[in-house]
């Protein structure tokens, strides 16, 4: 059984939240508050219906005692308990600490890794199974920088994905995807192994991060189109170098002040990530989490277009449809992941 106290606790913070919205709260209140009480919704309704459930079934106990209504009692009792212990899971997982970022819109960076054109062709490829996902959940997906070689793969390209829940499940994106093909470069036919490295971090709101002016130098440079053809060059581009970290972002929209303001965001999310990273590494020092690593040099996925599938080596899960995957069909995966991740977090709080 679930302590109650645990419970109450939650429904009456979620009462509390429903009465401060009807105040009709406006500004920041009004963000803060929303926010929470549409996280605790999901958990309060699971909470409700194993409270609802657990009062049926000492109901029926009850009824026991009563000769007229035993025999209802005794014939609804198994079907009531058999119940409970989905329910009971159910509020368990509800119950799980989130990840405070999970909520938040994602920056989305994909690098080619080792196999040369073939691994830039590469990361172009995830960057559209990512932009197709995206379409499918019905989130918003922007590229903020792109670099592309001469045969239109990817050298490095940056994407802001926004919309609902968006960080709680592309986070398990980050590490690196290898790809196994015959590649449109390649005439004798071979297949060769190359690879791209994803990285998915949570945006940083200004809260998070204050950047002292003093520790940035802003270069502006000639923005090129791909390969450095097919685009008239302006002195737009913007590159930040965060003196401390050495971390270094450009952005070559067409407006410098918008890259500007893109650049300094990215830069944001970058620092607030390795800040992230840096409490992760402190706190799984003496265990190892079990989806992944958090580690981006960690190998998680194989790609095997001859043999049409895909392979997640974190959870040994292999699927026979890389079409509808590199389509954007990814759920199957994720859903597989983020359960994963569920297990082991109950495993670790002993549920």
Do not use: C
Request: hydrophobic letters at 40%.
């Amino acid at each position: 059984m679930i302590p109650d106290a645990r419970l109450s606790q939650i429904t009456e913070r979620f009462d509390y939240l429903e009465a401060r919205m009807a105040e009709g709260l406006s500004g920041d209140d009004f963000v803060t508050v929303s926010r929470e009480y549409a996280e605790l919704r999901p958990v309060v309704e699971v909470v409700r219906a194993y409270r609802a459930l657990v009062d049926e079934i000492a109901g029926a106990r009850a009824m026991l005692d009563d000769p007229e209504m035993a025999e209802l009692a005794e014939a609804e009792l198994p079907e009531l308990r058999a119940r409970l212990p989905e329910l009971e899971q159910a509020v368990k997982l509800a119950l799980l600490p989130r990840d405070a970022a999970d909520a938040r819109p994602a920056l989305v960076e994909i690098r080619p890794g080792t196999g040369g054109e073939e691994a830039a062709l590469f990361a172009g490829d995830l960057l559209r199974m990512y932009q197709r996902y995206a379409e499918a959940r019905g989130w918003s997906f922007e590229v903020l920088d792109e670099a592309q070689t001469e045969l239109g793969g990817v050298k490095e390209v940056v994407a802001r994905v926004a919309g609902q829940g968006v960080f709680a499940r592309l986070k398990f994106e980050s590490g690196v995807h290898r790809v196994q093909r015959v590649p449109e470069t390649e005439s004798g036919g071979r297949i060769h192994t190359s690879a791209a490295t994803v990285a998915v971090l949570p945006e940083a709101e200004d809260v998070d991060i204050r950047i002292d002016p003093a520790d940035i130098r802003i270069d502006t440079m000639r923005a090129s189109g791909a390969g450095g053809q097919h685009v008239n060059t302006t002195d737009s581009a913007v590159r930040i170098t965060h003196i401390p970290t050495g971390i270094v972002v450009t952005s070559s929209e067409k407006s410098q002040h918008r890259n500007r303001e893109i650049a300094m965001q990215v830069l944001k999310t970058r620092l607030f990530d390795a800040e992230r990273q840096k409490v992760h590494d402190e706190r799984s020092a003496d265990r190892k989490a079990q989806v992944g690593s958090g580690d981006r040099s960690e190998r998680i996925r194989t790609y095997n277009f001859p043999q049409g599938r895909m392979t997640d080596h974190r959870i040994n899960l292999t699927l026979y449809k890389l079409d509808q995957v590199m389509a954007g069909d990814l759920d199957e995966v994720i859903d597989a992941l983020v359960a994963d991740a569920q297990a082991a977090q109950l495993a670790e709080m002993g549920g």
